[in-house]
């Protein structure tokens, strides 16, 4: 390609989304318009977080529905968009020697489906799925990533899934608005200045920011999918904020695009 397709981290935040209307469907709907149209998606979602690297295979991957207590008409949502086993062999081919393995099983979690069904409402891009290894720190993830950047070339384009704030223990429950938790704010601001300075180390680095970092990620998974597309920024690619906003005071919608 004579451009390469941007990378993409979604904060996906809560499951109901994918049948909702709002600020940031619309922003992820908005962006689907705005970027050519790639030949497939890889997608590393905080939900397939797991020991060991592994990669959907399967040329029709199914939907699942990794959640409980929400509204049978989220169980019925379906997103059959095609999988692409040669990408996860390409996946494979770029990550070695990280050993990789073909997964049949998995399909489109939540952390996948519920933002590509406004992305692609088609469903006609084929999407593969690339797990989190729990048993690595973050660098090491930062550091495979950079190993995925050909893809950007290639058509593919790559999609983080997750939070950068992401404490549910915190999370307001309820039906009211409430105002983010100062220390939301303060870490999300934070991660805007380092990402707009193209300063990575402490974002890999994250757990070493404070008290503040520690009440925004308390788990890494859904954080860590932010690195695999922060990884993949290019000398002098613009970083940008398509979607914004925080949800139940302790959930960054946040979006950030590169390129």
Known sequence: MSNPMPAIFFGHGNPLNALLSNAYTEGWAAVGRDIPRPRAVLCVSAHWYVPGTAVTASGAPRTIHDFGGFPRELYEVQYPAPGDPVLANRVRELLAPT???LDYRWGLDHGAWSVLCHVFPGADVPVVQLSIDETQPADF????????????????????????????????WGRHKVEPFDWAVRFEERARELLLAGNDTPLVNYETMGRDALLAAPTPDHYLPLLYVVALRRDGERVTFPVEGVDGGS?????VRIG
């Open 99 to 101: 050993p990789v393995s």
């Open 141 to 172: 993830h930062y550091e495979m990533a950079k190993r995925l950047a050909p893809l950007r070339d290639e058509g593919i384009l790559v999609v983080g899934s997750g939070n950068l704030v992401h404490n549910l223990h915190a999370y307001a």
């Open 251 to 255: 959930i960054s919608m946040l979006s």
